[in-house]
């Protein structure tokens, strides 16, 4: 059990468009998931709060109209980063709460 | 702020030896502490977590030691092999808000 599923595991995209990055809990519902950055050999960077039913709470420094997450059911979270830049590829990668965080696969975005 | 990091970004180990990680933190309200486990490429693994009314948790093959006076925890691994190959991060919430956050996490290598 506590399965965390992303899609997709790894996207390449154009300097100006955007990217959406889907994560869902396979076998719980979540009324929490968060969504994590990190960049080569570094640590877990949280991003932000996915809060079903109401708005996302960001850590310091991330821009909420950069990032935006929507949590439109208890097993569905969504990261979109909007006109992504070079300096946005990295490896970001969620996680749902049931009693601890299980987190999903990753979702590798490369930037050209 | 309150912080948790491991203290060697490296550790090798010979193959079917013990493989000890050791993690400081600096809140002493925290009250609970998880180890995950990310092999190149991929989420982080749940490992093994450990509540502060406990010293001492087991698991099959690790064992994770929490010295509440001195704010260190430890996760141990058996009889170390190739599969264990990761980066060990340990992780616990921080004050303000219990959101999980991370330490910067130890390369594991297993020497054949």
């Known amino acids: 059990g506590a399965v965390v599923s992303q899609h997709p595991s790894w996207v390449i995209c154009k300097s100006g468009t955007s990217v959406k990055i889907e994560c869902r809990s396979l076998d719980f519902q979540a009324t929490t998931m968060f969504w994590y950055r990190q960049f080569p050999k570094q640590s877990l960077m949280l991003m932000a709060t996915s809060n079903e039913g109401s708005k996302a709470t960001y850590e310091q420094g991330v821009e909420k109209d950069k990032f935006l997450i929507n949590h439109a059911s208890l097993t569905l979270s969504t990261l979109t980063v909007t006109s992504a830049h070079p300096e946005d590829s990295s490896f970001y990668i969620c996680?749902?709460?049931?009693?601890?965080?299980?987190f999903g696969p990753g979702t590798r975005l490369l930037v050209l | 702020g309150e912080s948790v990091g491991l203290h060697l970004p490296t550790l090798s180990v010979q193959e079917g030896d013990n493989s000890i990680i050791n993690c400081a933190y600096s809140n002493s309200a925290s009250d609970y502490f998880i180890w995950y486990k990310q092999e190149s490429g991929k989420g982080p693994q749940f490992i093994i977590d450990i509540r502060s009314n406990m010293d001492k948790r087991q698991g099959q093959r690790v064992t994770v030691l929490l010295n509440k006076t001195v704010k260190h925890l430890s996760l141990q691994i058996a009889a170390t092999q190739p599969g264990d190959s990761a980066v060990y991060f340990c992780?616990?919430?921080?004050?303000?808000?219990?959101?999980?956050?991370f330490g910067k996490g130890t390369r594991l290598h297993i020497l054949p």
């Open positions: 996680s749902a709460a049931m009693e601890t965080q299980y």
């Open positions: 992780a616990g919430p921080r004050g303000r808000d219990d959101k999980i956050i």
